[in-house]
T-cell receptor, first 112, second 114 residues
Framework: GDSVTQMEGPVTLSEEAFLTINCTYT??????LFWYVQYPGEGLQLLLK?????DKGSNKGFEATYRKETTSFHLEKGSVQVSDSAVYFC???????????FGTGTSLTVIP | DVKVTQSSRYLVKRTGEKVFLECVQD?????MFWYRQDPGLGLRLIYF???????EKGDIPEGYSVSREKKERFSLILESASTNQTSMYLC?????????????FGSGTRLTVV
């Protein structure tokens, strides 16, 4: 079945460092791909999405490119801030749009 | 923006109690979902609903039931709470249609069963 695998954390970076959180997926059809962010004590918020191969989603300085050939959707940011400290979830939506599959989450801590 | 409201942020209940977790959305989204979130396990789907009075089991429905009498409200019921149901519970909604519509989540209810 469909699934998402993302790198395990926790990840600790210094402010202004480059961030990559790896995400790969397994899907039988052509899924849509998402990154969600969860700040401490809150629910998940949609960070960015991509709906077809080679699409790039971007928001708040974060980017991810839908790579069909490598079945990947890695999250990147060129210069992280302390306020980016959160848990990041990669997810895919099956072609019906009725079910999502989430990765286990990657905790990021950015230190000043 | 869609707002998804979960009735309680923190809840403490005793073993054996019947527990109701409420979720209300203020948009006309067809689909509603209940997840639980546990460290190292990510999000696991408990139940979901595509329409009023419709419900489908997710991956871990045992010990839970749901109710959707109105489109905007989706309730999760723990019939007899147990300590292994201590968790963060997240409600989510999604507009029906294409898969590129993302989920909108509530803020979560952290339930502790003692």
């Amino acid at each position: 079945g469909d699934s998402v695998t993302q790198m395990e954390g926790p990840v600790t970076l210094s402010e202004e460092a480059f961030l990559t959180i790896n995400c790969t997926y397994t899907a039988t059809g052509y899924p849509s791909l998402f990154w969600y962010v969860q700040y401490p004590g809150e629910g998940l918020q949609l960070l960015l999405k991509a709906t077809k191969a080679d699409d790039k989603g971007s928001n708040k300085g974060f980017e991810a490119t839908y790579r069909k050939e490598t079945t990947s959707f890695h999250l990147e940011k060129g210069s992280v801030q302390v306020s980016d400290s959160a848990v990041y979830f990669c997810a895919l939506s099956d072609p019906t749009g009725n079910q999502f599959y989430f990765g286990t989450g990657t905790s990021l801590t950015v230190i000043p | 923006d869609v707002k998804v409201t979960q009735s309680s942020r923190y809840l403490v209940k005793r073993t054996g109690e019947k527990v109701f977790l409420e979720c209300v959305q203020d948009m006309d989204h067809e689909n509603m979902f209940w997840y639980r979130q546990d460290p190292g396990l990510g999000l696991r789907l408990i139940y979901f609903s595509y329409d009023v009075k419709m419900k489908e089991k997710g991956d871990i429905p045992e010990g839970y039931s749901v109710s959707r009498e109105k489109k905007e409200r989706f309730s999760l019921i723990l019939e007899s709470a147990s300590t292994n149901q201590t968790s963060m519970y997240l409600c989510a909604t999604k507009r029906g249609g294409p898969p590129n519509y993302g989920y909108t989540f509530g803020s979560g209810t952290r339930l502790t069963v003692v």
